[in-house]
């Protein structure tokens, strides 16, 4: 059955006042897809990038390193694939149809309800609506899976796409690599932290940038890496410890009101990566935001700017970025930037990038050309 329309009237509308109609249905049709490579970051202080592929193709895993990327390797997505259909079915919330539709296994939690079928049972897993995502086997009694709530529910043998995963492998778990975007590694090389910076990181959970930064300062300085909730704060942790970094404070904190606790023009950098619309996230089968939270959102990450603004130094560096395409979130607070001091800098990207609205500095990641997730990034100096 076809899918149904991703993107929501108002944000449609809001969308094609900046781009074309058929640009922005182009977008839709990409953001379905999870894009043709998966990529990981090789920590360069415990690993030799080129060393690691060689081991992982070694092992029989089809792997890529980056051209320009030195630290950034892939995996193939394979897909779209056809989804056999059988009488049994059940149906799962829509997060984790995202995760099944790319491969991930079902777990009770997830699942809505259970149609036709019982432990053992050949299944067709799909979405509340209707759309079949992947098949496998009931592992469970359906009255199992809603009296207990907790175990894994379907293994799943065959998805629309299948997304190679090394979370399982000795590397991972021994930090020699961890799974980040393209856009974001990207970012973060355009910075190019020097060893002894102190850098914020203002919302940093899980970790990405703020790791990347520190490996790149050669854990030489202080990644102080903030988040407002306790559980995401512990996730920056294990992933910092698992990566051997010294450099990393964290701090459970609303990082608007950091110029409370942090003395002012204190601070060599900041990495800003706000709450967003995240429209650039890949794959999406349901996606509810408005035209009104674009807006809304768009006003609470100027608070973050303003107060980047009063903890750097003078020329110190703002990384402003974000996960969606929208203007007001991108472009428009980039000009907003300017009026608290900012300039943005310009930038060489190390890959044939879209140009920010406007005239704006920046680089834009979008799917419908880069076949990576949409991701904005200015750099901004503080004058």
């Known amino acids: ?75 193939r997505v394979t897909g779209p694939n056809a989804v056999r259909i059988y009488r049994g079915r059940v149906v799962v919330d829509w997060r984790t149809a995202e995760s099944v539709y790319v491969g991930a296994n079902v777990y009770a939690p997830g699942i809505q309800r259970v149609i036709d079928a019982e432990r053992g049972d050949l299944v067709t897993v799909v979405t509340p609506s209707g759309e079949p995502v992947a098949s496998g086997i009931l592992e469970m009694e359906p009255s199992e899976i809603f009296e207990t709530r907790r175990g894994l529910a379907v293994r799943v043998l065959s998805s629309v796409y299948k997304v190679p995963t090394l979370r399982e492998h000795p590397l991972f778990g021994e930090g020699v690599i961890y799974h980040q975007s393209l ?13 002894g910076w102190i850098i914020l990181d203002m919302c940093a959970s899980p970790g990405g940038k703020a790791t990347h930064a520190a490996i790149l300062m050669r854990d030489e300085g202080e990644v102080i890496a903030v988040d407002r909730s306790r559980r995401k704060v512990q996730i920056i942790e294990e992933n910092a410890r698992r990566m051997g970094l010294k450099s990393i404070k964290t701090l459970v904190y609303d990082s608007r009101y950091i110029p409370d606790i942090i003395e002012p023009r ?3 950098a900041v990495l800003l990566d706000p709450p ?11 996606y509810t935001r ?20 009063k903890v750097l130094r003078r020329g110190g560096l703002l990384l402003y970025t974000t996960c969606t395409l ?14 608290l001091g900012f300039r943005a800098v310009k930038l060489n990207p190390p890959l044939p990038l879209r140009r920010p609205l406007f005239g704006v500095e920046g680089l834009v990641f979008d799917p419908v050309y880069n076949d990576t997730p949409g991701f904005f990034i200015s750099l901004l100096k503080l004058e």
């Open 1 to 75: 059955m076809p899918y149904a329309s991703l993107l929501e009237d108002s944000l449609r509308k809001y969308l094609e006042s900046f781009y074309s109609s058929h640009h922005v249905s182009m977008l839709e049709e990409a953001l379905r897809s999870p894009g043709s490579r998966y990529f990981f970051r090789v920590n360069t202080l415990k690993a030799n990038p080129e060393e690691v592929v060689s081991r992982l193709r070694e092992e029989g895993y089809e792997v890529f390193q980056h051209p320009v990327v030195r630290e950034a390797a892939y995996s």
């Open 183 to 195: 856009p974001s590694m990207v970012s973060i090389r355009l910075l190019n932290p020097e060893p």
């Open 266 to 268: 204190s601070v060599d």
């Open 276 to 286: 967003c619309t995240n429209l650039g996230v890949r794959p999406k089968l349901h």
């Open 290 to 309: 408005k035209a009104t939270d674009v807006y809304e959102l768009a006003d609470y990450q100027r608070q973050f700017m303003h107060a980047a603004s």
């Open 326 to 339: 929208t203007p007001h979130e991108n472009e428009l607070n980039v000009l907003y930037a300017t009026t």
